[in-house]
């Protein structure tokens, strides 16, 4: 009788806990992988290419599945450095194959050679290029962050990669260079 | 929120009137220097040969340029216009032809070019006024700002906010607070505008009076000029809504928000604005800036700014016009450039300012000061060396940071950190780089870290914007494939339908075309090639 009882508590203390926990796990559901999300964030989002994977977000799926955390030349250091705080690994340099850490550039269309074969618009990741068939193109700056996957395509070659000049809005203080030094210390 | 802050303007006031001042943490004294320039009267200055004046010259957007090259321009006319409320004109110092629109080295630590109009002056400095508004009591409140913005008028202590901006609070104003105290070592800008041109400070004044409504209005000067503070308060005798405070000498006594405490002995939040808690102040050149743009119809073409210095033989003040290049002003001051080593000019105060990077570089609308020291004067900072952990920088900041864990922080770039210890409430003002026993330039640090961290949050709004960008492509493209395949599909069923309609007339051919060709291969492999065929 004893052994009864007991069976029966145990067994609907299980059938409400099972309850609770299916009602939380349908009521609760994440719906993607936050990991992933989380590493996407961290990532430069230049879509590049330059990792092996066809954007950031794959690249981001790839690490939350164990790839290798330095694989991004825009991100570069800094990047590394916050995947590994997060990934909870050591931070590695970063690898060679994939490209070197670069200043930040913009693509530039020479207009007057542009033949209007619509080649960069199809290859850019983030429709930063305007234009139509045989028409010319052109780069929108704001919105170009630089992947370099355009330059490629272009049968003529019209199109470079400029680097983006600082302005005094954007211009960041460099220490010990003698630019702009303050002189704050006064000995009289 | 902040409202059970808010101060009281009768009970500052009454307190003021006791003689009872507050004061603010930290602070220094470093030796004055002001009698270098401020003996003598403000100096009108013949103009340049050649003006360099930048289109954008305050905080804010810039407005686009209305003139051409070739164009000839009055004195004061718009050389920009823009309908954005956060842009205000520049105008053309003098009259003169426009003779060029280019690329000029900026009146900015960087000295990175920006744009800019050049103008070459006919020596007419033929004004073009604005319509003069003499009796501004009787003009709306709307049409006063208005003014002030299209006379190009910016804050002219140092941080060039348009005025028009700060003249327009959604929120009571308690106290109207002007500004004479000018803490900043060696510059006497102010002082001189004060002792000669009260008068007219005071118009500005009672223009802001009419604009903004303040309970009570308050002047702060500090007690190292009372000869401003005496002509201040001739010009204000026969007011009784204006209150006149000596302050006493402490850098930087002059910052807004230590001015507010000093005087209110309530404290600014540090994410907050002194209309916050019902203070607004104004500078004693803007009030003086102010009176010219309505009495007068003049726009903000000329500021008074400080050359000093022991490299200088006749150092002084001056009327300069906005866009004089620095050369032209040395000239005037007897630049003797034995005394240097390098030929070293320094914009603004010996605390705050920063090094012109060539002498092209044009004064603008924040430019007080030129200080161009000899080789003992402001010896350069040598090799820093390790922090002693003495805290004397913690005594010195007059914000209650902790300069210290900031410094820390900024040069790891441990940038969370470092604002987690309000880097952003740091004003930049030296006092811990003056104090510092090991010579580390403290500012350059937190100056480093707070671009840095702008840069950061900048690369991270774009990368946001990539990102959507990204994904709509990316949505558009799947979409796209989506609506081929399907049509695709559609295209292929409406074949195979045909077919079917044609009933096995098809399959028929193709059955026939099976068995003629397995009837050759048949006929090929009983009959195989001999060499006789050959």
Redesign the interface.
């Known amino acids: 009788m004893t052994l009864l009882t007991a069976l029966l508590i145990i067994g609907t203390l299980a059938l409400i806990f099972g309850a609770i926990l299916g009602y939380s796990a349908i009521k609760f559901k994440v719906e993607a992988d936050p990991l992933v999300e989380q590493i996407?964030a961290l990532?430069?989002?230049?879509?590049c290419g330059q990792c092996g994977y066809p954007?950031?977000?794959p690249y981001a799926q790839a690490i939350a599945n164990g790839d290798e955390i330095n694989k991004c030349p825009p991100g570069g250091d800094a990047t590394i450095k916050k995947l590994a705080d997060l990934m909870g690994v050591e931070p590695k340099p970063l690898d060679g194959n994939h490209g070197v850490e670069d200043v930040k550039k913009v693509a530039y269309i020479r207009e007057a050679e542009c033949i209007g074969c619509t080649k960069c618009i199809q290859a850019c990741?983030?429709?930063?290029i305007i234009g139509a068939s045989k028409q010319m193109h052109t780069v929108i700056i704001d919105?170009c962050?630089g992947c370099d996957l355009c330059v490629a395509p272009c049968p003529v070659d019209c199109i470079d990669m400029v680097p983006v000049?600082?302005?005094?809005q954007?211009?960041?203080?460099?220490?010990g260079k003698g630019?702009?030094?303050?002189?704050?210390?006064?000995?009289? | 929120m902040v409202n059970k802050y808010m101060i009281d303007a009768e009970h500052v006031v009454a307190q003021l009137n006791q003689g009872r001042l507050f004061d603010f943490s930290g602070g220094v004294h470093?030796?004055q220097?002001k009698s270098l320039s401020n003996t003598t009267p403000i100096n009108t200055i013949q103009e340049p040969p050649v003006l360099y004046i930048p289109i954008k010259q305050h905080i804010g957007t810039q407005g686009n340029i209305c003139v051409v090259v070739g164009q000839h321009v009055a004195k004061g006319e718009a050389l920009t216009q823009s309908s954005n409320p956060f842009s205000v004109p520049v105008h053309a110092s003098t009259s003169g032809i426009i003779k060029a629109i280019t690329q000029h080295p900026?009146a900015?630590?960087?000295?990175?070019p920006?744009m800019t109009i050049t103008l070459e002056p006919d020596g007419q400095a033929q004004w073009q006024l604005m319509p003069l508004l003499t009796d501004y009591t009787k003009v709306e409140q709307v049409v006063l700002l208005e003014r002030i913005c299209q006379a190009g008028i910016t804050g002219l202590g140092g941080a060039g906010f348009p005025t028009h901006l700060k003249s327009n609070p959604q929120k009571p104003v308690e106290c109207l607070i002007i500004n004479g105290v000018e803490c900043e070592?060696y510059i006497s800008s102010d002082d001189r505008i004060m002792r000669e041109h009260a008068w007219q400070i005071k118009q500005g004044i009672d223009i802001l009076r009419h604009i903004v409504k303040p309970k009570q209005i308050i002047i702060a000067v500090e007690d190292n000029k009372p000869q401003a503070l005496d002509a201040l308060k001739t010009a204000c005798l026969e007011d009784n809504g204006i209150t006149i405070t000596s302050v006493p000498t402490k850098y930087p006594s002059g910052g807004e928000k230590q001015l507010i405490q000093i005087l209110t002995g309530e404290e600014v939040p540090h994410d907050g604005l002194p209309i916050d808690i019902g203070c607004l102040m104004y500078n004693v050149g803007t009030c003086f800036a102010i009176a010219d743009a309505v009495l007068h119809g003049k726009a903000l073409v000329q500021r008074v700014v400080t050359l000093t210095g022991q490299a200088l033989a006749q150092p002084q003040n001056v009327w300069a016009l906005l866009g004089t290049p620095i050369s032209h002003l040395l000239d005037i001051a007897h630049y003797d450039p034995s005394k240097q080593l390098v030929k070293k000019v320094?914009m603004g105060g010996?605390?705050?300012?920063?090094?012109a990077?060539n002498d092209t570089v044009p004064v603008v609308k924040i430019t007080n000061c030129l200080?161009v020291?000899d080789k003992q004067?402001?010896?350069?900072?040598e090799d820093e060396r390790a922090c002693i952990r003495c805290g004397l920088c913690a005594e010195a900041c007059p914000a209650g940071l902790l300069p210290q864990q900031l410094f820390w922080h900024s040069k790891a770039k441990e940038y969370d950190k470092a604002q987690a210890y309000n880097l952003d409430a740091c004003i930049e003002c030296?006092a811990c780089?003056?104090v510092c026993p090991s010579?580390i330039?403290l500012?350059?640090?937190y100056?480093?870290a707070k671009?840095?961290i702008k840069?950061i949050a900048?690369?991270k709004e774009?990368?946001?914007?990539?990102?959507e960008?990204?994904?709509?492509?990316?949505a558009r493209l799947l979409a796209d494939k989506q609506a081929r395949e399907e049509k695709h599909r559609l295209a292929a069923e409406a074949r195979k339908k045909t077919m079917d309609n044609k009933g096995n007339d098809a399959k028929d051919k193709i059955a026939a075309a099976l068995a003629r060709a397995k009837a050759k291969r048949a006929a090929a492999q009983n009959n195989p090639p001999t060499d006789s065929d050959k």
């Open positions: 996407d990532l430069p989002q230049t879509q954007g950031c977000k990741p983030v429709d930063a919105e962050t000049k600082p302005t005094p954007t211009w960041q203080w460099e220490l630019v702009g030094d303050i002189p704050i210390k006064q000995v009289l | 470093p030796p220097q900026s900015h630590p960087s000295g990175i920006e070592p320094i010996p605390m705050m300012g920063f090094t990077v200080l020291p004067e402001l010896p350069d900072i030296g780089a003056y010579e330039p500012v350059h640090y100056r480093k671009t840095d840069h900048l690369e774009k990368s946001e914007k990539a990102r960008r990204f994904e709509t492509r990316q």
